[in-house]
């Protein structure tokens, strides 16, 4: 006669505890693999985000300096541009009777023998121009005399762009000579002017109000920075008539 409600149990089977409850206990924790395999993604993520943070950077930088690079350029023409559009000429002796010029001279360095460098253009240009803003309480007029040139620097490595600035026109003082020089900038590699005596036909020799009797009808302005970018413009002369 069997006993009802009772249950039989193996040889060590008392106290044991159920299958699923000893598979939960070894699954809490991580393994050295599994703790290797994160450290590594989370390496590559570091990675991938850090490259994208310098690539913008470096972006960044890029368009500040063409950003600069541009400013320079377009101030650079505009001064010059100013200056060339109202050039003035006193051919006749008229008031004011002091000397004016316009004077542009196509200057080349570089170019050594044997050495393959091609000679490289950084003309310079002065004239009376009637750009000047007058002093308040002063002798000075809207004439003044302007010129641009080159100096190099002095270690040799390099030129440096200079602007002169006459304010006080005399008749003791010779044109190109007198004022106050200062320097522009370095970043210039090469300025080179071109002039029209119609409109149609251009030169790049040089202009010489004084020996030709008048000025250009036009001058075209080509710059390059130390990029190698190049920046041009065309200038009418408004006194060239």
Known sequence: ????????QGPGSRGAAPRSESLDLRSK???LLEVLLAMAILSLIMTVIYSS???????????????DETDLARTLIARLSADIANAYPNASGNYPAVPTIFYG???????????????I???????TTL??????DSKETELWEVGYFFKEKPDGKGYVLFRREKRELSKDVRALEGGVEYEITDRVESLQFTYSNNGSTWTDIGWDSNKLGKL???????LFLDTGRMYSARVDVGNSK
């Open 131 to 136: 750009t000047n803003w007058r002093k308040p």
């Open 29 to 31: 924790g991580f393994t």
């Open 216 to 222: 250009p009808n036009a001058v075209e302005i080509t």
């Open 121 to 127: 253009r950084r003309d310079s240009i002065s004239l």
């Open 1 to 8: 006669m069997s006993e009802q409600g009772s249950s039989v």
């Open 53 to 67: 943070f310098a690539t913008a950077g470096k972006n960044v930088e890029q368009a500040e300096a063409i950003r």
């Open 105 to 119: 001279k196509k200057e080349e360095v570089g170019g050594d023998a044997g050495a393959g460098n091609e000679k």
